[in-house]
C-alpha cells in the first residue's frame, strides 16, 4: 500500500472514493459533482487530501481542512472526511491515514487534529485506540438549509 498526497491526476480514483464516503452518510450518489468539489478544493488549495492505493487501485483517502486555534494562536487541521473501500476494511488503512495527519500536524507544529464524524461512527474506537479524546465541550452549529 501507498499513501500519497493526492494529485489532479489522482481525481477519477478520488472522486469514486468519495462517492462512496457520501452515500455511506446517506448522500445521493452523484459522481461529476463529486469530481468539481474535489477539484476545486485541490486547486484553491482549500485542503489537503491524501489517498491510498493497493497497487494501482484506490482504497481509501482522508481530506484535511486547516483551522486555527485563537486561544494557542496555532494552526490545526479537522480531519473531516475518511473513507476506506469496504473490501478493504480491518487491514489498519484507516489507521495508517490517521497517522500520516498526525504526522502532518508534527511536521508543520501545529496544535492537533480534531475529527468530525457521525456520533454512531463505528470508527470511533479507532480514534480513541489512535489517542483522540472525546470532546466533552458543549458545542453549536447553524444550518443554512
Known amino acids: 500500500m501507498t ?85 478493504y476494511r480491518g487491514q489498519g488503512i484507516g489507521e495508517t491515514l490517521i497517522n500520516r495527519a498526525k504526522h502532518l500536524c508534527q511536521s508543520e507544529n501545529n496544535k492537533g487534529l480534531a475529527i468530525q464524524t457521525a456520533f454512531d461512527n463505528p470508527a470511533q474506537h479507532l480514534y480513541e485506540r489512535l489517542g483522540f479524546v472525546k470532546d466533552t465541550d458543549l458545542q453549536f452549529f447553524w444550518s443554512n438549509t
Open 3 to 87: 499513501i500519497t498526497r493526492a494529485k489532479l491526476q489522482d481525481l477519477n480514483d478520488l472522486a469514486l472514493l468519495f462517492d462512496g464516503y457520501r452515500t455511506f452518510y446517506k448522500q445521493d450518489s452523484n459522481i461529476e459533482t463529486a469530481k468539481r468539489f474535489l477539484k476545486q478544493r485541490m486547486i484553491k488549495g482549500d485542503s489537503i487530501i491524501y489517498i491510498a492505493y493497493d497497487k494501482e487501485k484506490a482504497i481509501g483517502f482522508m481530506q484535511l481542512y486547516p483551522l486555527f486555534s485563537s486561544v494557542s494562536m496555532k494552526p490545526m487541521y479537522m480531519l473531516n472526511d475518511l473513507f476506506v473501500n469496504s473490501k
